[in-house]
Nanobody
Framework: QVQLVESGGGLVQPGGSLRLSCEAS????????VAWFRQAPGQERGWIAT????????YYEDSVKDRFTLSIDNAKNTLYLQMNSLRPEDTGTYYC???????????????WGQGTQVTVSS
């Protein structure tokens, strides 16, 4: 049984940092395309970062580029998202996901975490 379990969300002030974790069981993350998605209040879930696709490069959505960093600890089989310089518009539920093939949309991902809430507010 595949499980992706996220943690690390919470309330943070603008300009602050958080690190999200996504611990996997039942699959080996390094063998999949992995990604983080975000669903802001009232909006659809959208891709923000991915790696393991196109030769292993890491890609970021423009709004998070240079502020967020995706990484994988293969020994722990855990995916991370380091989020710095957080803004109120980063508020939302963050999901990790894994795909056999990769892609930019949620329909292309096979396994999902339960989501972790991030709220950026003063």
């Amino acid at each position: 049984q595949v499980q992706l379990v996220e943690s690390g969300g919470g309330l943070v002030q603008p300009g602050g940092s958080l690190r999200l974790s996504c611990e996997a069981s039942g699959i080996t993350l390094s063998q999949y395309v992995v990604a983080w998605f975000r669903q802001a209040p009232g909006q659809e879930r959208g891709w923000i970062a991915t790696t393991g696709w196109f030769g292993g490069n890491t890609y970021y959505e423009d709004s998070v580029k240079d502020r967020f960093t995706l990484s994988i600890d293969n020994a722990k089989n855990t995916l991370y998202l380091q989020m710095n310089s957080l803004r109120p518009e980063d508020t939302g539920t963050y999901y990790c996901a894994a795909s056999n093939l990769g892609g930019w949309t949620e329909n292309e991902y096979d396994y999902w975490g339960q989501g972790t809430q991030v709220t950026v507010s003063s």
